[in-house]
C-alpha cells in the first residue's frame, strides 16, 4: 500500500533492526521501545487490523508462529510476555497496518491501558 510506513519497512525501503524474516511475515525492534524486548511482527502484505484478517487465513498462523519465535529468539518465552495488537484510533493504533507489540523482559501491569 503507497504511504505506508510499515510496508515499506516490510520490503526493505525503510531500514529497522530486524530480528525475524519469512515469506510472510517480518519482526522488528520498535523505535519507541516501551519494554526492555519490543519487537513489531508484522504481516509483508498490507492488512489494515486485526479485525480485517479473517481467522482461516493462513497469515493468522504464520503471525502466531512469528511471535513465537521472537519470544523464543528474544528468551522471553520461559519468563513470560505481552502481545498486543491495538485496532484503530481508539486503541492507540497509530500505523493503519496489522502489527503485533511482543513485550517482554519486565513486569506487566493490569489493566494495561
Known amino acids: 500500500m503507497?504511504?505506508?510506513?510499515?510496508?515499506?519497512?516490510?520490503?526493505?525501503?525503510?531500514?529497522?533492526?530486524?530480528v525475524l524474516e519469512t515469506d510472510t511475515v517480518v519482526a522488528f525492534r520498535d523505535v519507541n521501545p516501551q519494554a526492555p524486548v519490543h519487537v513489531l511482527v508484522v504481516p509483508r502484505r498490507h492488512v489494515d487490523h486485526l479485525h480485517a484478517l479473517p481467522a482461516d487465513d493462513p497469515l493468522t498462523g504464520?503471525?502466531?508462529?512469528?511471535?513465537?519465535?521472537?519470544?523464543?529468539?528474544?528468551?522471553?518465552?520461559a519468563t513470560?510476555?505481552?502481545v498486543?495488537?491495538?485496532?484503530?484510533?481508539?486503541?492507540?493504533?497509530?500505523v493503519p497496518h496489522?502489527?503485533?507489540?511482543v513485550l517482554g523482559r519486565r513486569p506487566m501491569g493490569w489493566p494495561p491501558g
Open 84 to 94: 498486543v495488537a491495538n485496532v484503530g484510533p481508539n486503541a492507540g493504533m497509530s
Open 62 to 77: 504464520d503471525l502466531v508462529a512469528a511471535t513465537q519465535r521472537v519470544a523464543e529468539q528474544e528468551g522471553i518465552a
Open 2 to 18: 503507497p504511504g505506508c510506513l510499515f510496508c515499506a519497512i516490510a520490503a526493505g525501503d525503510v531500514p529497522s533492526d530486524r
Open 80 to 82: 513470560g510476555y505481552r
Open 98 to 101: 496489522l502489527h503485533l507489540h
